[in-house]
């Protein structure tokens, strides 16, 4: 069995190749240069060649804040591009695992928000991937989107990285403690995605639709941020930890607004694919010693 996997060297795509060799199927991973998902009849011509038995879709416009600017490019990769992508899986009669994100929601609630919750994003990023949750489900009934949240790895651009950075460069650190969310190591989340493939090839039945996963415990960027000085310092790629001082959003304004809380309730995924969540401090620890090694 063949997997399809799109956007294969951003963070979770990269995690997808990296865990994929270890598998029993083949493996198919296309990056940005190699297949543009706003291009349908690219992508038509590469499922016809390819022929997968399902296609993951790690491909996204993931700047929040330039979306804000430009929209024309965060539509055609977030709702076009899935959408093309699951056209071709339901003339395919094959699986799509796309991904989401915490920002289709405004944060107004005060705990952990649920699949059936009213999305209402604040933003042209948040507006932009809902908008490829609802052009998946419009024309597939064969596939998962997963909502997850603060994402990072050991490569690209990220909190992990920043505040590495940031903490070697200064002796005081302000950081936003007023939004509520969960980190979530793209390791964990292509760890899910493979175990539904597995499910999948193993001819087990899987109940599609959309699912939340995210890491635990849920955290503001602030602890966040003290998490990663102090697991850095432990591993001695800090020669010391910074003050990191708690800010307000309104004290770091930024061109896209962020969910107050963002938590993602997790239950259903583990209920119905049997899949917990993980702690997030795991991945953390795991990508500090590959950098450490590198
Ligand atoms: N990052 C987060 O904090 C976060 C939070 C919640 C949900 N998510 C979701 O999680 C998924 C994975 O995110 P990630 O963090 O792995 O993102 P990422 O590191 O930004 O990777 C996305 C990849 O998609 C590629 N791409 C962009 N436009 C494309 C196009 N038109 N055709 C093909 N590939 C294209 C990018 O290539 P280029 O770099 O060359 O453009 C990049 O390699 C996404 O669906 C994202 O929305 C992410």
New binding site residues.
Partial sequence: MTVLI?????????ELCLRSKARAHDIVA????E?????ESSINALVAHVKPAVII???????VDRAETDSA?AF???RD?PLYLARACAKADIPLL??????VFDGKKSVPYLETDIPNPQGV?GQS?LEGEIAVASVLDKYITL???????A?????VRTILRLAKERDELSIVADQTGAP?W?GH?AEVLLKIVDQIHQGKPVTWGLYHYTGSPATTWHAFAVAICEQAFALDMLEKKPIIKPISTSEYPTPASRPQNSVLACAHIQKELRIPQADWRIGLKQILIQWKTQ
């Fill in positions: 799109t956007g294969a060297a951003g963070q979770l795509g990269t296309v990056n940005h240069s297949l543009d998902i706003t291009n879709n790690a491909a996204a416009y993931t700047a490019t055609a990769v977030n591009g796309h991904i989401s994100t915490d920002y990023y991937k909502r997850t949240a603060w994402v990072f790895s490569t690209g651009h990220n909190f979530t793209a989340i």
